[in-house]
């Protein structure tokens, strides 16, 4: 059984989307354990402080990742669901036990969280809270995982 680490800068902020990220690591749990691990934002009001909390951050992230690493960020490339699913399955196939997605906080991720990565990949220009974000790659996983195991939940 694969593992799937979430690795997220921040803290849980919205109780109410919880639920829905807890859902989608149930559905999951046919096929992997999934693992959420937070990761203390660094405060910063100015471009210096920025830095500093980025490069935190990163020691603390760099420390929790393994196996094949995905990164979310706007930069990275976009995929569709099936070409997600060919990733993860590849990844899988060529030995990887465990893959950590890596989801940065309001500063962004430092340069070498993204240079780390085996994967990077975006959802979107859009912006959105990194709880919301957690919600969406479960059920983009999730819909990995049925794509690969050819259920009819991916239309």
Partial sequence: MVK???IAVGQEKDKNIKPITSEYYKRLSRWAEVQEIFVSEGKARNEGEIKVAK?????AILSKVEG???????RGKMLSSEEFADKLSLAMTSGNSVISFVIG???GLDD????SASLVIS??????????????LGEQIYRAFTIMNKIAYHK
Wanted: hydrophobic share 45%; charged share 30%.
């Fill in 4 to 6: 799937i680490k979430i």
């Fill in 55 to 59: 490069a935190t951050e990163k020691d």
């Fill in 68 to 74: 094949f690493v995905v990164v979310l960020d706007r």
């Fill in 105 to 107: 906080g309001s500063n």
């Fill in 112 to 115: 070498e969280v993204i240079k």
């Fill in 123 to 136: 959802f979107g220009n859009m912006t959105l809270p990194h709880e919301l974000m957690r919600a969406v």
